[in-house]
């Protein structure tokens, strides 16, 4: 059984992958009652990952951050 509608994905753009990193960050802090912070490299690459993959969903879990594709 599969599915043979289309999505139609926009791209996130730098505003919304900002977006995504700061609520990953709070939700990891928050669990683990750590100071996290994606920076540098580590955070580029991040950006890039999320731009590449739009039709993924994102969850932090106790392994660490994760994602599906859809």
Avoid at 7 to 16: A, E, F, G, H, N
């Amino acid at each position: 059984m599969g599915c043979s509608k289309k999505m139609s994905v926009k791209i996130p753009t730098l505003d919304r992958c900002e977006e995504m990193i700061l609520g990953f960050e709070n939700q990891i802090n928050e669990i683990f009652k750590t100071n996290v912070k994606y920076e540098g490299e580590e955070r580029k690459l991040l950006i890039k990952t999320i731009q590449d993959n739009p039709t993924h969903f994102w969850e932090v879990t106790i392994d660490g951050l994760i994602h599906y594709g859809i």
